[in-house]
C-alpha cells in the first residue's frame, strides 16, 4: 500500500499521560500536514511542514502539542499532559504542491482520553 | 475568517436517484477539495477544483465550481449504496497550506 499511513489507529489512555502519533506520507510527497476532528464537525487544521520545516502552526495547537518532521519524512504528533478534550480524530494528509493544503489522507488516529 | 456552510447537512435518498450538495464558501476560494468520508475513518480524496467554472467528474460523481458565487457543487447521478458516507467539502487558504473544512454532509442511500 503506498498511501498514508498512521500508527496507532486506536489509542486510550488516561487524563494527564503523553500519547505520540506517527505519519507515513506517500513517499513523493514533500508536504505534510496533520488535522484534527471532532464527532459532527470537519477537519480543523493542525500544523503544516514542508520537508523538514514546520511553516504554520494553527491557534489550536497548545503548548502542550508537538510535532516533527526531523528527516522530511515520516512526522510524529505529541500531546503531553492529555485532557479529555483532546479525545478526537487525528488525520494527517501529505501532498506535492500541487494540492497544496489538501491531498491525500490518512486513515487517522482516534484517541479516547478517560 | 473564512467558513464553508453545506447543505444539506443529511440527505436520504432512494437508490438510483440523483442528488446535489453545495457548499458555500464566505470568502475568496482559492482551491476547492471535495472528500468522501466514511464514519471513523480518513478522507478519500474525490477532486480539486481550482478555476472558476471548472467542472470535473469521477464515475458518477460531478463537482463544479462557480468563482463568482463562491460556491461549488457536488452531484451524483443514479446513486448506488456504494455512495453513502459523510461528504466534505475543503477550501485552500491563499497561502496553499492548510485546508478549512465544512462540517460535511451525510449521504444515505436506500436500496
Known amino acids: 500500500d503506498t498511501g498514508v499511513s498512521q500508527d496507532p489507529r486506536h489509542k486510550i489512555t488516561k487524563r494527564g499521560q503523553n500519547v505520540t502519533f506517527r505519519c507515513d506520507p506517500i513517499?513523493?510527497?514533500?508536504?505534510l500536514y496533520w488535522y484534527r476532528q471532532t464527532l459532527g464537525q470537519g477537519p480543523e487544521f493542525l500544523t503544516y511542514?514542508?520537508?523538514?520545516?514546520?511553516?504554520?502552526k494553527s491557534r489550536l495547537l497548545s503548548d502542550r502539542f508537538s510535532a516533527e518532521r526531523p528527516k522530511g519524512s515520516f512526522s510524529t504528533l505529541e500531546i503531553q499532559r492529555t485532557e479529555q478534550g483532546d479525545s478526537a480524530m487525528y488525520l494527517c494528509?501529505?501532498?506535492?504542491?500541487?494540492?497544496?493544503?489538501?491531498?491525500?489522507f490518512g486513515p487517522g488516529t482516534r484517541l479516547t482520553v478517560l | 475568517s473564512q467558513e464553508l456552510e453545506q447543505s444539506p447537512q443529511s440527505l436520504i435518498v432512494q437508490e438510483g436517484k440523483n442528488l446535489t450538495i453545495n457548499c458555500t464558501s464566505s470568502?475568496?476560494?482559492?482551491?476547492l477539495y471535495w472528500y468522501k468520508q466514511k464514519y471513523g475513518e480518513g478522507l478519500i480524496f474525490l477532486m480539486m477544483?481550482?478555476?472558476?467554472?471548472e467542472e470535473k467528474s469521477h464515475e458518477k460523481i460531478t463537482a463544479k465550481l462557480d468563482e463568482k458565487k463562491q460556491q461549488s457543487s457536488l452531484h451524483i447521478t443514479a446513486s448506488q449504496p456504494s455512495h453513502a458516507g459523510i461528504y466534505l467539502c475543503?477550501?485552500?487558504?491563499?497561502?496553499?497550506?492548510?485546508?478549512?473544512f465544512g462540517k460535511g454532509t451525510t449521504l444515505s442511500v436506500s436500496s
Open positions: 470568502k475568496t476560494l482559492y482551491g
Open positions: 494528509a501529505s501532498s506535492t504542491p500541487g494540492l497544496a493544503g489538501g491531498g491525500f
Open positions: 477544483l481550482q478555476k472558476g467554472g
Open positions: 511542514f514542508q520537508n523538514e520545516a514546520q511553516l504554520e
Open positions: 513517499s513523493e510527497h514533500n508536504r
Open positions: 475543503g477550501a485552500g487558504n491563499q497561502a496553499g497550506t492548510a485546508l478549512i
